[in-house]
């Protein structure tokens, strides 16, 4: 009888030594998982960010490109894109750590701190050669993105 007892107390033992093992490597998996998914999504979201600025200017260059409706112009402190259309300009320009955006007539007498802001980057220098926009846009972690784009509207655009 002694023996019977024995034999079911160590099978018991070793269904919760399985137990335990199992429950250990679920546990593993399932944060080695969350673990590589947050890899993931934080380079996802980086990768966004950075692509967001060069997109969202070449975006504002492709609706405003006609005959003279694109130059990169001194505004304030900072060189500037001056997109010109039916007597407006938007200023797309680097100010104070931020992608900014200033909607006014040509000679609305603003300043750079009257934009508002779009997106937080570090560093925007932009340059116009023969219809050739180059913008280098520096967003977070010291990443350097260039963009160029050819204006459609060719001799027409301003320098």
Request: proline share 2%; glycine share 14%.
């Amino acid at each position: 009888m002694r023996k019977r007892v024995s034999q079911h107390h160590m099978s018991g033992l070793l269904m919760l030594l399985l137990f335990g093992i199992f429950a250990v490597c679920v546990l593993a998996v399932l944060l080695t998982g969350a673990r590589a998914y947050r890899g993931l999504t934080q380079r996802d979201q980086a990768a966004f960010g950075r692509r967001t600025g060069t997109q969202y200017i070449a975006a504002r260059v492709r609706q405003a490109d006609t005959a003279g409706g694109v130059a990169v112009k001194p505004f304030g402190d900072t060189t500037a894109l001056a997109l010109t259309q039916d007597g407006m300009v938007t200023w797309v320009y680097w100010y104070d750590g931020y992608l900014m955006e200033l909607y006014t007539f040509e000679d609305g007498g603003l300043s750079p701190g009257d934009g508002v802001p779009i997106m937080e980057l570090e560093s925007l220098e932009l340059s116009m050669e023969d219809g050739l926009l180059t913008a280098e846009v520096g967003s977070a972690g010291g990443v350097t993105d260039t963009i160029r784009l050819s204006l459609r509207s060719g001799e027409g655009a301003a320098g």
